[in-house]
Structure formats: structure tokens, C-alpha cells
């Protein structure tokens, strides 16, 4: 199968790019299962796969010449939607405005995100084993890994949690906002800023746990698959994705933090961090993630998916 990956950025991600590294593994994946992948993505990539840039509309018909499926990662403006006549599928990265509608051929990041969208498919995202590793031992400290300048990532939740249970935390998706910077600091707190993905490894594989008290419905939560693939356990909310992604052998999940005590009780909790990675590497593995999309595709040339 010829299978052209669309996604108008710079490839691979040099910091964060949930969608970027699910783009590259992707593609990857496809590969190993026979496939003739191609993507299609943003001048000065080196996604490791073929690639062409897309810099005007001929160089997305030349892309697509003899495509048996294009998959999107983002949606395309309708004058290049028209120059493409071949099965679309459009994976959906995250959460739609109120009012926001998408295509049929629109696929999700979990049941719950494909359920609140009025849609029915969807596939985990997936990692690779081999980029973390998981340390036996734990030190003595908990992460939060989030963009800190969200509000519904809830940093000051996590704060309020590590203070209250008494608990070292450190702190690393960015450098805002500037008071949560500073509260960091009094409360004795490491921040990190921006990681790479060397530090975050590194951060993720001896932390005792991953604080995740989201106020929102998180789509999927990649970095909750990157701390159980660490052996870190996830303590997050029970919104969005959540009770899709947390198993039992892999964390807790929790009303979000408005009382902060069950939070600091679920901390006594012990995991074993090779249960906790063997979960996630069994169930959000990206061959796996490979597997379910080209079952799509087939159903989709069939005309048997929409």
C-alpha cells in the first residue's frame, strides 16, 4: 500500500511535538509492516522516512501521485483538499472548539475524545520502548511534565499536592508563568524549563511517580505513556482519556484536586516499575498503534469504514 502522511511542520521534534513524534513513529511502523510511506511535511526535515516538502500544491500532487490513502495530522485548507482524490483519513490531535465540527474521515486520540466529538474512531497513540528506560531504584522526588503556562494542566495542583504531602517535585515543560516560577523556588521545588528529550528520559526513569491532575478532557496524555514506559507510575484525574490510560499495575486515578488529601494518600502507594512499563509497552507500543491504522486503511479502500 502507498501511503502518503501529511503534517505541515519541521519533523523529527527537537522538545515536546506530541504530534511530530506520533507522525515519524507512525510512518516507522507502516514500514515495518511492508508499506510504501512517503510524508509530506515541512522544509528541513529528516524524519528518518522518506519525505517531501510541502511548498506549494504541486509539490503535494506530486506527493500523492499514485497514493492508495492520504492521512492528514492536521486538517488541510480546502484548496489543497481539492487536489487530493484518493481515501482521506484525518487523525484529530486534540480537542475541537464548542461548535466544531470534523469530517467523517476523521479519526481520535482515545474513546472518550472521538465520544465528546460525535464520532466513533479512534486509535492510541504510540511509543517506542526503546527511547526510555526504567530505573529499579526510584529516587526521592515526583514529576510534572506539562506545559506550565496551561491553566489545565493545573501546576499549582501538583505544587499544592507535593507541599501538602511533604514530597520533592520537579518541574519541566517551560519557563511560565513567572509566579509559579517563583512558588517553585520558595517551596524548595527543581524547575527545569523546557527538556529535551535526554533530560526527560532521564527525569522520568528515577521519579517515584508523574503528578497529572489535569482540570480538562486531556484528548490522550502522551507524556502519562512516557512515564509508565519509565516505570513511573501515573497519578492523574479521572477526565478525558485518563481511565483508558492508567492501568492498575501503573498508577492511580482521582476525582480532580479540589481536596487535596486523597492525592497525598495515593503517594504511600508502591508500584513495581516493571509492571508499570511492561503495561504500557504492551498496550501503547507503535507497531501496535501501526497495526490499527493500517487495519483503517484497509476498511477505508474497501469502503467499508465511513
Known amino acids: 500500500m502507498r501511503i502518503i502522511i501529511i503534517h505541515q511542520v519541521r519533523l523529527p521534534a527537537t522538545h515536546y511535538g506530541g504530534s511530530e513524534r506520533i507522525t515519524a513513529l507512525l510512518a516507522r511502523g507502516l514500514q515495518a509492516l511492508g508499506h510504501d510511506v512517503t510524508i509530506v511535511c515541512a522544509e528541513g526535515s529528516i524524519p528518518g522516512v ?20 492520504v492521512h492528514l495530522m492536521a486538517p488541510l485548507s480546502p484548496e489543497l483538499l481539492q487536489r487530493i482524490h484518493v ?19 476523521a479519526v481520535f486520540l482515545s474513546k472518550n475524545h472521538a465520544l465528546r466529538h460525535g464520532h466513533t ?5 504510540g511509543l517506542d520502548p526503546d527511547a526510555f528506560v526504567m530505573a529499579q531504584e526510584r529516587q526521592n522526588y515526583y514529576a510534572f511534565l506539562s506545559k506550565t503556562s496551561w491553566r489545565v494542566k ?17 518541574i519541566a515543560g517551560g519557563n ?30 528515577h521519579a517515584r511517580g508523574l503528578l497529572f ?11 502519562m505513556v512516557e512515564a509508565m514506559m519509565s516505570g513511573c507510575p501515573v497519578f492523574a484525574s479521572r477526565l478525558g482519556s485518563v481511565p483508558e490510560i492508567v492501568g492498575p499495575d501503573a498508577g492511580c486515578i482521582l476525582d480532580p484536586p479540589g481536596d487535596y488529601e486523597p492525592w497525598v494518600q495515593v503517594l504511600k502507594k508502591k508500584f513495581d516499575p516493571l509492571k ?31
Not at 522518506?50 to 490513502?69: E, F, M, Q, T
Not at 474512531?121 to 497513540?125: A, D, E, I, K, L
Not at 509559579?180 to 526527560?200: C, M, N
Not at 491532575?213 to 507524556?223: D, H, S
Open 87 to 105: 481515501p482521506l483519513l484525518l487523525t484529530v490531535h486534540g480537542n475541537g472548539k464548542p461548535g466544531e465540527e470534523y469530517p467523517p474521515y
Open 154 to 170: 493545573n501546576l499549582s495542583g501538583a505544587m499544592a499536592i507535593a507541599r501538602q504531602a511533604g514530597v520533592s517535585l520537579h
Open 213 to 223: 491532575p489535569i482540570l480538562w478532557e486531556e484528548p490522550f496524555g502522551l507524556v
Open 121 to 125: 474512531h479512534f486509535v492510541y497513540n
Open 176 to 205: 511560565r508563568p513567572l509566579w509559579a516560577h517563583l512558588r517553585a523556588k520558595l517551596s524548595g521545588f527543581v524547575w527545569h524549563g523546557p527538556v529535551d528529550d535526554s533530560a526527560k528520559k532521564d527525569l522520568l526513569s
Open 50 to 69: 522518506p519525505c517531501v516538502a510541502l511548498d506549494s500544491a504541486d509539490a503535494l500532487d506530486y506527493a500523492c501521485r499514485n497514493a492508495d490513502i
Open 276 to 306: 508499570c512499563r511492561t503495561y504500557a509497552v504492551d498496550r501503547f507500543h507503535y507497531m501496535q498503534m501501526a497495526r490499527q491504522y493500517d487495519v483503517l486503511y484497509r476498511r477505508l479502500m474497501a469502503g467499508s469504514l465511513f
